[in-house]
């Protein structure tokens, strides 16, 4: 239904629910109907605390969108936590729990455990940040796949444990900086690599593990219908931008986010069984330097200092070997935000 | 019906009558048995469930939780480190008051590593805002675990089962399993109005602030109180079934006009009462049976402890730096009554040391001697202490 057909009928319907008597047709009904006829599903509504800009609030809205209404949703402690839900308001709009930071996975296994119980078929989602999944929840994720539970793990991977004050996790970075890896006259920020989340998921050999960037929301929708209509253990990686813990302005969140794909340095892919089976393509990969000057926890590395240039090859070179990897270099215009045109499918399963 | 059934093994079937939805366990000795026969039950089809085999202690209270919320009867069961990995999912499935089910068999906590009976495990858990109930057989665990489903689906409040590692867990005892229609005329199927679904969607497991976490914290002070008379009643009815009770809130055995008793939780208890009928008459003592932990039965235990001049509390746990944990807390119950009893506090069998029937009158010979406000370990041995701690 295109819009002008879709406000055409929602102003019909209106006009009959002022002119029909309010016993037939009582207006509550009315809003029901209505709501049927909104083109998207709002899981998580707006009026939360996130701050502007945030990326993990656009991730958790487009994945819940996606899903549509018959979810269950577990999450981990952190910021969305935290911004959505405090007492005795709510912003989700669907069946919510959370219990601690590490065991998404493990009450998200016990929901689905319940749901095969009972006979029902409501899809679980697990959500969790880069801390509560590259980190301490590790293991139940882990755990969580072996075991085949049909949930889809969702990670809004924003690079450090933000909800405690931008802490170095796993998944910060090279040379980032965060206030446990400040960079110092012995440290250029963060000493060791981003941890390859993904292909730790892949070889669990789940049937779907993919990671998807805030910058692109069609793909984010796109990935996660596919996810829920498997039967089985889906997982996502979501690269969301932390306007606070990055250091970056919050009008540019996406341009930042959308800077990670084109450079390399956030690869865009799908694996499944473990097999890579698509990628967003780079047309033409900008330096990283782009990308890291635009944001405070790299600022260390644009000084006189001669370790800042290592760093900065030392990044660059990640990016290219990630392009090589998984053959991100594609022909034609950059990636843009449609839903399919911007990835190339290797084989594996059909949709 | 009677018959010989290891512990565990009795607890496996006690369980599955409950018919649970879902349960999650990871074998730790001497809890192991118990994980074991349910996954042969469940193998076997003689108990329907999803049997969630977890990577650790920590998921599988994770797990239980989960269903819970998702509207599913849950069990677990664990043991010492177990519980303590546990411990802060415990914590939550209290707080959000989730009718969890699980066993605890008892054990003693590391270091030194240590796989034997005592209570250090379930009483470091004893703040979580479970309900603990202790176990002095194999009868009565099997009753309890029963009526730990009611009482936990009734009060919204997780029960631990408390009963000792080895001790009976792994002990042949004859016992009457009751059957499935008597338990299906006990137990209702659960319904949980809580519980997570796309059609009335909840938040559960919200951020609280300080306007309203004190009061949070208060109801579920006061659901635990409220528990006291739900134990009750659900031995009561129990019994109505099947003509046996497992011994309420506590109870009282030995001569009416005792001024002494040995106040105790678990299977010591069976071996004092054993020892005290042995003793000449005018020596017994009263054998007071503290069956409910938590919520802890202040009144119940001040009416038990009327017209006595001396209690003494035996345990299988204390705090390092304090001393006995029920003997203090036992000091603080009765510290309402007009007129007190004396409360003597020993500490006994740490880590499976054998608590022989001889252990009765050297306790009540130690507790003359014991100052008041005291504590002692009963059972120390000197000679194995180093020379400064002698």
């Known amino acids: 239904m295109d ?3 879709l406000k055409q009928e929602i102003q019909e319907r209106r ?3 002022q002119s029909a008597p309010s016993e037939s047709m009582p207006v509550e009904h009315n809003m029901a109907e209505l709501r049927k006829l909104q083109p998207r599903y709002r899981g998580l509504e707006a009026g939360h605390r996130a701050c502007q800009g945030c990326g993990e609030a656009l991730a958790a809205r487009l994945v819940t969108e996606a899903a549509g209404p018959d979810v269950i949703l577990t999450n981990a402690t952190g910021c969305l936590e935290v911004f959505t839900t405090p007492w005795p308001q709510s912003a989700w709009r669907l069946p919510w729990i959370h219990s601690l930071f590490e065991n ?3 009450i998200a296994s016990g929901v689905e455990a319940a749901l095969k119980a009972q006979g029902r078929k409501t899809k679980v989602i697990a959500q969790g940040g880069d801390g509560g999944t590259f980190d301490i929840g590790f293991q139940a994720l882990s755990g969580m796949l072996e075991r085949q539970h049909n949930i889809l793990y969702v990670c809004y991977d924003n690079e450090a444990y933000m909800n405690t004050g931008i802490q170095r996790s796993g998944s910060t970075p090279h040379a980032a900086m965060t206030t446990t890896s400040p960079p110092g006259k012995e440290r250029m920020g963060k000493r060791h690599l981003k941890k390859d989340l993904l292909s730790i998921i892949a070889a669990h050999h789940i049937p779907y593990a993919a990671s998807a960037s805030v910058a692109y929301p069609a793909d984010i929708r796109r990935k996660v219908r596919r996810a829920v209509s498997i039967e089985g253990p889906t997982f996502l990686l979501i690269h969301s931008p932390c306007p606070l813990g990055w250091g970056i302005d919050s009008e540019i969140s996406i341009e930042v986010a959308r800077l990670a794909v084109q450079t390399g340095l956030f690869p865009v892919v799908e694996l499944e069984r473990g097999e890579l089976t698509g990628v967003m393509p780079i047309r033409h990969p900008r330096p990283v330097a782009d990308y890291l000057k635009l944001q405070n926890r790299f600022k260390h590395l644009f000084t006189d200092d001669p370790r800042a240039r290592e760093e900065r090859e030392h990044l660059q070179a990640l990016a290219d070997h990630n392009i090589e990897i998984y053959q991100l270099k594609g022909d034609g215009m950059d990636a843009l935000d449609t839903d399919g045109a911007d990835t190339v499918r290797r084989g594996g399963m059909v949709d | ?29 001497p809890q192991t048995h118990i994980v074991e026969n349910i996954s042969k039950l469940v193998a076997d089809g003689k108990l329907k469930c999803e049997f969630v085999s977890v990577e650790s202690e920590f998921s599988a209270a994770s797990v239980v939780l989960g269903a819970s919320a998702a509207g599913s009867r849950s069990y677990t069961a664990s043991s010492s480190q177990g519980i303590l990995l546990m411990a802060e999912v415990l914590f939550d499935i209290a707080g959000m008051r989730l009718p969890v089910v699980m066993t605890c068999a008892n054990r003693a906590i590391s270091a030194p590593i240590n796989i034997w009976n005592d209570h250090q495990d379930s009483m470091t858990v004893r703040d979580s805002g479970w309900i603990q109930l202790h176990c002095a057989d194999n009868q009565e665990a099997i009753d309890t675990s029963i009526q730990a489903f009611r009482i936990a689906e009734r009060t919204e409040l997780p029960v631990m089962v408390c009963m000792d590692g080895f001790v009976l867990t792994h002990t042949l005892e004859v016992v009457d399993m009751p059957s499935a229609e008597q338990v299906d ?6 319904t949980f109005k809580n519980k997570l679904d796309p059609k009335h969607p909840l938040s559960l497991g919200t951020l609280v602030g300080p306007e309203y976490y004190t009061e949070a914290r208060y109801s579920l002070h006061r659901a635990l109180e409220k528990a ?3 134990i009750e009643a659900a031995d009561a009815d129990w019994a109505k079934i099947c003509g046996r009770a497992a011994g309420g809130l506590l109870t009282v055995e030995g001569p009416e006009n005792a001024t002494t008793a040995v106040l105790a939780m678990g299977s010591v208890v069976s071996t004092l009462t054993e020892s005290n009928e042995m003793l000449p008459g005018n020596k017994r003592v009263k054998i007071i049976k503290l ?14 402890c ?8 035996l345990e299988r746990a204390f705090s390092p730096g304090l001393g006995g944990i029920l003997g203090t807390e036992v000091r603080a119950a009765l510290a309402g009554m007009q007129k007190p009893p004396q409360v003597r506090n020993f500490t006994v069998g740490l880590g499976g040391r054998d608590i022989p029937m001889s252990t009765l009158s050297k306790l009540i010979n130690a507790a003359k001697a014991q100052a008041p406000g005291g504590f002692a370990i009963l059972d120390v041995e000197p000679e194995r202490l180093p020379p400064e701690d002698r």
Request: proline share 10%.
């Open chain 1, 3 to 5: 819009s002008t057909k």
């Open chain 1, 15 to 17: 006009r009959q629910a």
């Open chain 1, 104 to 106: 998404s996975a493990a």
């Open chain 2, 1 to 29: 019906m009677l018959h010989a059934l290891e512990g565990s093994q009795a607890i496996a079937q006690a369980v599955a009558l409950c018919r649970p939805g879902v349960v999650a366990a990871y074998p730790i000795t």
């Open chain 2, 185 to 190: 005329s006990y137990l209702p199927p659960f």
């Open chain 2, 228 to 230: 006291l008379p739900e």
């Open chain 2, 291 to 304: 069956r409910s932990f938590r919520p802890f039965p202040i009144e119940a235990l001040q009416m038990a």
């Open chain 2, 306 to 313: 009327q017209g006595l001049k001396e209690l003494i509390v």
